[in-house]
């Protein structure tokens, strides 16, 4: 045998024995090693699946808050319903958001009074895709919104959550006596984000909104400061608003390895700051996760099928 | 050298590899956050040989070939894309009806056991990463052949040939959480699949009783065919309208049912002559017979 072939297989058998040794050993290195990131991103992202239980096996809750980091929403700031002067250009932009884990895609829609939320057509019975909702409404673009219940990933959309609110009507949650969810567009234009009875969002002049969360800056004030948010990684698609009125809609893919992974919630918070959000909310993500711009998908969903359907979308029309 | 000098350098280059694949995963994968870039988007602006298939509207058209599979737009008409087969065959191809992506089964022939197949997700303007599943440990010269899906529920069951003489068949079943599972059946002979549009449900026939059945995505089942004779599966239809053939002794349909569960069924139609159930269409339509 050759020098060189002594050695290939010496370097062969380092790799796989290797190898091994990281699958059998990871679970444990993962979980209880010194990795805080990993770790972070693996208890976050089966947290956030539908099996947290196997989590909630192993840590208790004080100690999951102390790995995914103390990240409660529901404590924000009340939100200042600023006011801007439009800017004179209606044309909208489509930019590329890329990072080493992900690729992404960011719409910038200068007139906030152009977003509408929009459904499904027979949202009872099914939701619809992004394209259909945005051809149907004649959009020029649009984006996936609220949430719904999802039963082992197999939903059919058709059963949203909280309110749905549409020229300032209530389409569904209007006779909620709590506090839910709410990313919304007030008939002034300025975004809102945060947990809102629909009384109050009467009061504040909500005309277009949705039930999602958790808001990621309010008053230009990030919320996430410590941890990643909990949530791992994973397909995102979020909404900001500048403060001279610019709504920002950005999607990040994900699942799809050697193209994206996907993106914390700290990403989007990160990347919706840079781009001069003063307000921010995280939408549906995951296979949900769809814009569609000038005619038709510009992200790649993560799903084999497609774009998946769903209740509800903000549109721009 | 000293074996134990050996062990030493062998345990402390293993411990170096360990450590780099957790820091690189630690600190650039699963880093909190992550540094990006922002930058305009710029919009990318023949003779046909081989099978074609065209998308809804028409807009595109595949081309499957020995070789490649080549997506064309047709207005005006123009290469989009070839996709290189890698000496695999493909074994299925269809367009969604509601969206211009296709699902594309490819199979290779490799030894018994070992064997792959996949399903992959063609979209005509992306040519980078493709969603795809993969059942692998399959007996040689296994291949889906058949796939019932949802886009509503985004369930995927793929039906995957394992044996010929007789053919023997496994389904597997994937969904928008990308979980890939094998659905276990009450038997191998498998004919036609389909999936109803707003639920987790397979229906499937067993070709050898002459029986349709569903099968929930929590692993209930029940029969589905109205006794007293053998039924095969026609299809499913995007309203849940099921299709039946009743097929005679020799297997042969001659009437075609149609309905739904919970509901019963009902003669759809009386066909001319009997029948085989693989030319059969929900719409009556019938396929030609191939020679």
Redesign the interface.
Known sequence: MTKLAIASNIYFR?IV??LV??LCTAPL?VLF?P????K???VGAVLT??HPQYVTWIFSEKEIKEIVGDFNPTNQPKQDLFQFTKRETSSL??????????TG??LEIPDPTLIKAATAQDIQ???D?I??IAIANNAVAAVNAGGFYDP???????LPYGVIINEGKFLIGGDINEQVQLIGVTKAGVLVAGNYSPKEMREMNVSEGVSFGPPLIINGKKLITD??GGWG?APRTAIGQRKDGTVLFLVIDG???????G??L??VQ??LYE?GAYVAANLDG??STTLYFNG?V?N?P????????IPTAFIVK | MKSSYKLAIWLLAGLLFQASIYFYLDRVLFAPATSFQVSAVTEARAVIDGQTYYSRNKRYMAVVKDESVEIYATSPKSLLRSIPLNQQKVSYFKWLEDRDLALMAVYGDTAKDAAKVVLTQINPYSDGYRLSATIDKLPGGSKITDVAYSTATNVIYMQVLVANGPAQYRVYRTDANQDLTRVYLSGSRIGRIGVLFDQDSLIYDNLAEGIVYVRNGDGSWRVISPYGAKYNLVGVDGKNTIYLAKVNAQGLAETVFKGKLKVGFELDRTLTKPTDVRFLTMDGTEAPVKK
């Not at chain 1, 990795?35 to 990993?38: A, C, G, K």
């Not at chain 1, 932009?93 to 992900?102: K, P, Q, S």
């Not at chain 1, 993560?302 to 359907?309: K, N, Q």
């Open positions: 380092f024995i290797n040794f990281l290195i090693g990795f805080d990131n990993i972070r991103s693996v699946s539908r932009r489509l930019v590329n958001i890329n990072a080493t884990r992900f895609y960011m019975e099914k939701g895709t394209s259909s082992n990933g197999t939903g059919t959309g058709r941890g990643d990684v699942r799809q390895p050697g193209y994206s992974l993106a914390t700290l990403d990160n990347i781009q995951g296979s038709k510009v790649r993560s799903d084999m099928l497609g774009e998946r359907m």
